[in-house]
């Protein structure tokens, strides 16, 4: 062996692939900027500048502070969010015990049906309580009094609206169980209570807390129940889009964004800290919990899913029934009088066909950029601070409500110096916005299918001379299409049922069927947004339906691949 | 650790070859490697001869698939330079280097058959597709799957995966083949059927391989050199039956095979005391009284027939713990005159039998003088 003089290596010329590989990855962080970063620092701005555009510190937000309506909403929103999850969390926990942990009969049906609310904009739980508690709600004396327009109203369709964001997080947690250790209590004589309170809630810990802190957050940021149902009673989603539509007061629209922001980043940091104490719960060596069948227990979760599920399936089905009633609640017959929306609303079916084209897009466009930027961020080489900063601005999202992601977007796209100006009011930009505000979900499924393939497929691919887009192409986006169609299918049920960013980016021609619904409600005509709600509905669970038909026949046939 | 029965003192055919007549076709040079506070590579250096197979050998973090993939440009070093062919490859990327490459994980492309596996590379460089599928079905047959093209990655077992991986990195004909742990994902048996295999191909075909390995039976098995490694440096070069019968450092000695370490200090010379035991050995040398020393024997070393009383290192001991091995025994002996010491003997079952050896017997053994190693302290104070 001979010793050599250690040098450095240096530099060496970029090769033609590494050239597309780093433009690959600028375009993304341009398009992550540009769609997320720079909206957000452009609220921010606004929120220290006067009218004129200038600077004045802290001013607003000293206005805002003593000015009592604006605070009293702060108030009011922290106490609704508060109360909603304490009463979501309890309920969908006991669900997801029922479907993890105990010989229930048809768990999919039961899954299936408390997963509907997620195809319904929000919206659609308030205008069905409405037609149940409202002024002409046929148990409106169960409320003895109280009017369902307010609090009350915003926690029942935010309970209803929350349920299975909560119930999904849970069903995960309890589903990693290991069976080995109620094996063990068992082989002790643990009392069954001593086992739930030592190994099951122990175990589920984490799911809990991150519900608790889902929930919260969706409630706080919700704009369309508060809307809708809440009469007088003001929140801060409310506060922002009075200030900024009804008052032109944009600096103070501004202002209630950061407010509205802080809770759901404090949620979203206090959240990844816990999940990041969360190491291995379930070792390589766990064996999956069996439940075994008990007739009582088996016998009291079938009641509770039943009502529980049932009362999901009734308020969803009180708005469908009410969109196609002549006229509630005097004359019950059926008829689709409702459905003449010409009647209600300028362009009548104008706004569902603009929905139906911009889920389109984002479905299509999110869809390919966030699976090749998760693609690019994960599996690239080089570069690695650039890989950094957008994994950073693509988990973002996550933590800003849409109300707020809107507003930045309006203030952005409407500064005198942006050349992007000509996109206000257009599909293209409540594409880009819808991509950007539901970017995080989409990319956090693409980088976890990403993270299940093998690693080393890019280095093979290198050592076979082929170029790393085309190993993508021909290997990664085949291996990898169930997670895309997932991703696309989120896109275009999210785009769809959406209101809180979109309603301040619209134009004349480009009303969203889900702004439609609120306008309508604005306007009195309950029936109609009803009618526009449940189309939504079903096109968001035709969607769904169809991905899940395709995934069963079509696929099963292309991807024979994976069957062993 | 089992014995090796194939691997004896005398030289074998892979170590006669003349060592000049082979150019080298692989040479690293000070290549030191870290990762943050971490060195995984230490001014490591090696040449490999063309056409022979040589194991980095190691316990894991040693850095021994650090190296395999600096040699590769899938992992950058921070100092050194690496030479395929003679050709400065230190600063291409991967696909400018000529190497073909098996993963532990095999990293089969699972959506794509084994045939179109195999001419993924060959696709790409365009040409005509009746050339490819001949290429194709020639090295199926080469790995021993001439019938298997037409199946998906999970319809074939983790041998015939195996294979495929092997087939797909040959298909370019590259100077070098890299093989990272290309075994340890298989069962036993299969494992020590296709390490034949690979030995035979890797001979027939003359291509210089690096196989990365943690298993000292794979090594001494196929390697025609072992670099021994251990943390981040080469610990030693040789043939596997240089490695086994005379290892540089106690570690090299306790990693390859089985050795009794005895700590012991120099008594006069020729002499030692190691624990209650003043043992004879020749290997000492000019070492001073006083100075600390390792001892190594290996258990099948320990003399256990016919020992006179007075032999030299003759030493009463007592069973303490038998392991059944299969072939053989091992048996853990304490020197009954005392002391924490222990020493490891291997008993085949001949002479279990003749000598009626069972836990709690006594019985007189001897270290051999002549066979003792002697490694200086300080070297390897982990070993």
Redesign the interface.
Known sequence: ??????????P?RL?A??IVMRAAIAALLVFLVLAIAVPLAVLLIKSFQDGDGRFVGLANYARYFTTPTLVASLWNSVWVAALSTAIVVPLAFLYAYALTRTCLRAKGLFMAVALLPLFAPSLLSAISFIYIFGNQGFLKSWLMGASIYGPIGIVLAQVFYCFPHALMILVTALSLADGRLYEAAAAMGTPRWRVFSTVTLPGARYGLISAAFIVFTLVITDFGIAKVIGGQFNVLATDAYKQVIGQQNFEMGAVVGFVLLVPAVVAFALDRLIQRRQVALLSARAVPFQPRPSLAKDAAFTGYCLAVGGLIAAVLGVAVWASFVTYWPYNLTLSLKNYDLENFEPTGYGPYFASLQMAGLAAVFGTAIVFAGAYLIEKGQGVRFARSLAQLIAMLPMAVPGLVLGLGYAFFINAKWNPLGFLYGTIALLTINSIAHFYTTAHVTAVTALKQI?S??E?????????FY??FA??TV??CMPAILDIAVYMFVNAMTTVSAVIFLYGPSTKLASISIVHMDEAGATAAAAAMATLIVLTALAVKVLHLVLDRLVFGKL?????? | MEVQPHVTPVPSPRETAPAAARPIHLRVQGITKRFGAFTALDDVSLEVESGRLVCFLGPSGCGKTTLLRVIAGLEMQDTGNVEIGGRDVTRLPPAQRDFGIVFQSYALFPNLTAAQNVGYGLVNRRKARAEIAKRVAELLSLVGMPEQGAKYPSQLSGGQQQRVALARALASSPSLLLLDEPLSALDARVRVRLRDEIKALQRRLGITTVMVTHDQEEALAMADRIVVMNRGRVEQVGSPAEIYARPATAFVAHFVGAMNILDAVVAGPGRAQAGSLALACDALGQRAEGHRVRLGLRPEEVRIRGIEPGAPNAVLVTVVLLDFLGAFCRATLRPTAGGDLTILCDFSANAMRDLGIREGQALTVALPPDLLRVFDNGGSPDA
């Open positions: 062996m001979t010793m050599a003089m250690a040098l450095p290596v240096s060496r090769t692939e590494e093998d080393e497929f280095a093979v691919s290198a050592s076979l001379k082929v170029p085309k190993t021909r290997v085949p291996v991807q024979a691949w994976r069957r062993r």
